[in-house]
């Protein structure tokens, strides 16, 4: 009521915060009120009060808690639940009777009116180490979840799998008999049964079915050691998931890089080509059914259309594409063309390869960019051969084509592709689009002209190999782009410019000592023709080092890498450079 009757000045960014709750006010029901603060509150922790129909929650942020999360990236802190907060009923637990070094293991009852009320106030959050979140009431089997809840709510134990649980601690009363009351729980994490728990809330608060009656089984681990959850929760996850098919990219969504991959892309607005403010982002959908589950959370209608302005469904991708344009990128049409899932795996494991030689390699905002270019490469693809498909009445092979067509261009455009320019602009150029239609009718008559099956035959390397051996007639026009392509300078992002540039600076610091003196690269490069400890390109590069530094010229950042390799065999093998 006293927010009617302050006076706000339509120039004050607090204005349309004060329109927005007025607008909303009778249908709000929850309010979360955070404090910020650079002081240190010692820990106070948050607390919650209801006035009338709406709970009023109110979150700390102090320095001591910006600190961790800077320092470990965890945007948000772990769930704690105090189950005597949410519910009057008692949660009765009975315990395995293993002691296990890695976890503890406890079996119960769980009311659906309780994990209803949970995942009101604690929504996906619950379901952060699930590996995929809401696949909306579309998905058949959330779909009878739903029919058993309206129709047969005293039949969903019998039908149910039930929750599998992890937490780091639990706090118990001791009832006897290998019996437990659970009091409330650190880190509570559902990373089995997330579909039942969002289609439970769905019912409940959507549907307004009353689900009482309504009870299902919940299996909770408590992990002992932190370094144990990331290994035990996938597997729980992976092994006790047999509801909803789970494919093989799911397991990969609590994998570090596709997490910080989601994060960039929350933060990303890609450019209005036309000039104006209508900026949007690109959506990565890291767990399968997010995208939905995000769109559903804004409430409102009209909400919901605001947010799929700024998040098109056009401009949505999950793993299975973003490596489909990868791996296209990287040359290797034939992988792509084995199937969505396996060609992931390939892309995955060569993310891992990377990851094994820098392991702090993590996506950024250069590297986000860079992939929506490619996407969008990819896209336009799709549409154009589509196209022909139907103007010409050709057969099919769509996916093939645009693989084996994608890949041809970056082959014989050196890659150098302006990835920066179709970011900018959000479509690829006129000229691009001329040249792909020329090389679409040349790799549909190279796949079609062989004894195999055609699908199967575009997934052989030798069906690439043939292509990249192949001298077709282009068209002078596809010619001439590609000779002004290769001469050409290809434009780079400032940011990955100024990163290189930075981790080059980063590299030279932490070996400077080492490149003073040029007498001693020489005496290295002869001591590793010597006694073999080095090979020898190691031997040649250590001597280029000593030219480089000798006549003052710049190392580049490649060389350097080396020469850090190097000086590290050296010293573990005896080499002093002090000598």
């Known amino acids: 009521k006293s927010i009617q009757g302050l006076v706000i000045p339509p120039s004050s960014e607090a204005y349309d915060v004060q329109k927005v709750i007025q607008q909303y006010w009778k249908t709000i029901t929850r309010v979360r009120i955070i404090f910020l603060t650079d002081g240190d509150t010692k820990n106070s922790p948050g607390w919650t009060e209801e006035e009338g129909k709406v709970e009023f929650s109110y979150d700390i942020w102090d320095i001591q808690r910006f600190y961790r999360y800077q320092t470990s990236g965890e945007a948000l802190a772990p769930i704690e639940i105090d189950f005597s907060e949410l519910t009057n009923e008692d949660i009765i637990l009975v315990k395995s009777d293993t002691s296990q070094k890695y976890y503890e293991s406890y079996l119960g009852f769980l009311k659906g009116n309780i994990l209803s009320a949970m995942y009101d106030k604690f929504s996906t959050r619950l379901l952060e180490r699930n590996v995929r979140l809401y696949l909306q009431a579309r998905s058949k089997v959330n779909k009878g979840i739903i029919h058993t809840l309206e129709n047969q709510p005293f039949m969903f134990l019998a039908y149910n799998n ?17 019996s437990f009351k659970l009091l409330s729980a650190e880190d509570f994490q559902i990373v089995n049964g997330g579909q039942t728990c969002a289609s439970i809330w769905e019912t409940s608060e959507r549907r307004n079915v009353n689900i009482d009656q309504v009870q299902l089984v919940m299996k909770l681990n408590i992990v002992k050691e932190k370094k144990y959850v990331e290994e035990i929760a996938p597997k729980i996850s ?65 909400r919901k259309r605001k947010w799929a302005q700024i998040n098109p469904t056009s401009q949505k991708f999950d793993k299975l594409l973003m490596a489909k ?44 960019k860079k992939l929506v270019a490619k996407i969008i490469i990819w896209k336009s693809l799709e549409r154009i051969v589509g196209r022909q498909n139907r103007e010409l009445d050709l057969q099919a092979y769509r996916g093939q084509i645009v693989a084996y067509v994608f890949s041809y261009y970056v082959l014989k455009v050196a890659s150098k592709i302006d990835l920066v320019e179709i970011w900018n602009n959000q479509a690829i150029s006129e000229d691009m689009e001329e040249v792909f239609k020329d090389l679409a009718m040349i790799v549909r008559d190279h796949i079609k002209d062989t004894t195999y099956n055609v699908t199967e035959y575009c ?90 530094i000798a006549n003052k010229q710049e190392i580049s950042e490649k060389l350097l890498f080396q020469a850090k390799k190097i000086i590290k065999i050296a010293q573990q093998k005896g080499y002093s450079f002090d000598d």
């Open 459 to 548: 997934k052989k390397e030798e069906c690439w190999n043939k292509l990249k051996s192949k001298k077709p007639k282009f068209s002078d026009f596809t010619k001439k782009h590609f000779s002004k392509i290769k001469d050409g300078d290809m434009e780079e992002f400032e940011e990955v410019i100024q990163q290189r540039e930075q981790k080059k600076k980063e590299l030279k610091d932490s070996i400077a000592p080492y490149l003073k003196d040029a007498d001693k690269w020489f005496a290295l490069a002869k001591w590793g023709a010597q006694t073999k400890f080095l090979q020898p390109y190691q031997n040649s590069m250590s001597f280029t080092v000593g030219r480089k």
């Open 162 to 178: 039930g929750l599998t649980v992890i937490a780091k601690s639990i706090k118990l009363e001791d009832l006897g008999n290998n």
């Open 238 to 302: 992976r092994y006790s998931n047999s509801q909803n098919a789970v494919n093989p990219a799911d397991f990969s969504s609590n994998d570090p890089f596709q997490v910080e991959l989601q994060n960039v892309s929350r933060n990303i607005y890609a450019p209005d080509p036309s000039g104006g403010g209508q900026q949007s982002r690109w959506f990565y959908e890291r767990a399968r059914g997010s995208y939905m589950t995000e769109k559903n959370l804004e409430g409102t209608q009209a």
């Open 325 to 368: 344009a990868e791996m296209a990128f990287m040359q290797y049409p034939d992988t792509v063309c084995v199937g969505g899932q396996k060609n992931f795996l390939k892309y995955l494991s060569a993310l891992q390869e990377a990851r094994a030689v820098n392991p702090q390699l993590l996506p950024d905002e250069g590297f986000f």
